[in-house]
Structure formats: C-alpha cells, structure tokens
C-alpha cells in the first residue's frame, strides 16, 4: 500500500518501480516525480515530467498538451514553449543566451524529442534526453 499524501486519493496504488516502455517492471526514470503504480500496473504520476535538464535549464513535455508537437523550457522565472519541427517559439520567453542553448539542444535532439511527443500523447512515460555538453 502506498504511503503519503495521495495515498488517500489512490488507496489502489503502491510504489514501484517503472521501466522505458511505461510500465511497472524495472528502473526508474530520470527526472520523474513517479508516485507509483496502480493494481493495473498503469503509471500514476503527479508534477512535471522532465525529460533534460542542463545549465539550469528544465525541459519538459507534458501529458495533457495538444495542439503542434512542442516542449517547454524554464530557467529560473522564465518560461517558453517551442516547436519540435520548426523550433520556433510558440509562447513566453527566455533570456536570448539561454533560447540559443535551447535551440542547439533542441536542434540535436529532434527525433528523441518527437518520439517523447508521441508517447506522452499517448499517455506512456517518457524517455530521459541527454543533456547538452
């Protein structure tokens, strides 16, 4: 049985361990704030779900977006959300050495990014990008 605060709002789930393909067999994911799994063996995950992070940048996707296939960068109090096939800026801002780190990120990893896309739109976890070097 679980432990915590959402223990009461899940008293079905319990910690686990979840692997690459999203489900409850295996290691866990880098930059996930996994609460665990449910009897089905479905993920239950609460906050944001990072998938790099590097220079103090936070990359992230989340499960509930739609619309053009993009990722969100924060640093400190900054926020923006980019495109994945373009990399062009949809929304927010970021100071402009920190979007020109993004966008070289970005522009390296494009298809991991695209494939993160995909499974978050099909509500499966997502997989860790390496950072920028």
Not at 43 to 49: D, E, I, Q, R, Y
Not at 67 to 73: D, I, Q, S, T, Y
Not at 95 to 115: I, N
Request: hydrophobic share 45%.
């Amino acid at each position: 049985m679980a432990h915590g605060p959402f223990s009461r709002a899940f008293p079905a789930a319990r910690h686990q361990s979840v692997n690459e393909n999203g489900d409850c067999r295996g290691s866990p994911l880098l930059g996930f704030d996994v609460f665990g799994c449910d009897v089905t063996g479905l993920l239950v995950t609460f906050g944001m779900p990072e998938i790099s992070r590097f220079l103090g940048i936070v990359i992230a996707i989340y499960w509930k977006e739609h619309g053009v296939p993009h990722f969100h960068a924060k640093y400190g109090s900054h926020r923006a959300s980019f495109g994945i096939a373009d990399l062009r800026l949809l929304e927010g801002g970021l100071p402009p050495r920190v979007t020109g780190l993004v966008l070289e990120w970005a522009a390296l990893h494009r298809d991991e990014l695209m494939q993160d896309w995909e499974l978050a739109m099909a509500k499966r976890s997502l997989k860790p990008i390496a950072p920028l070097e």
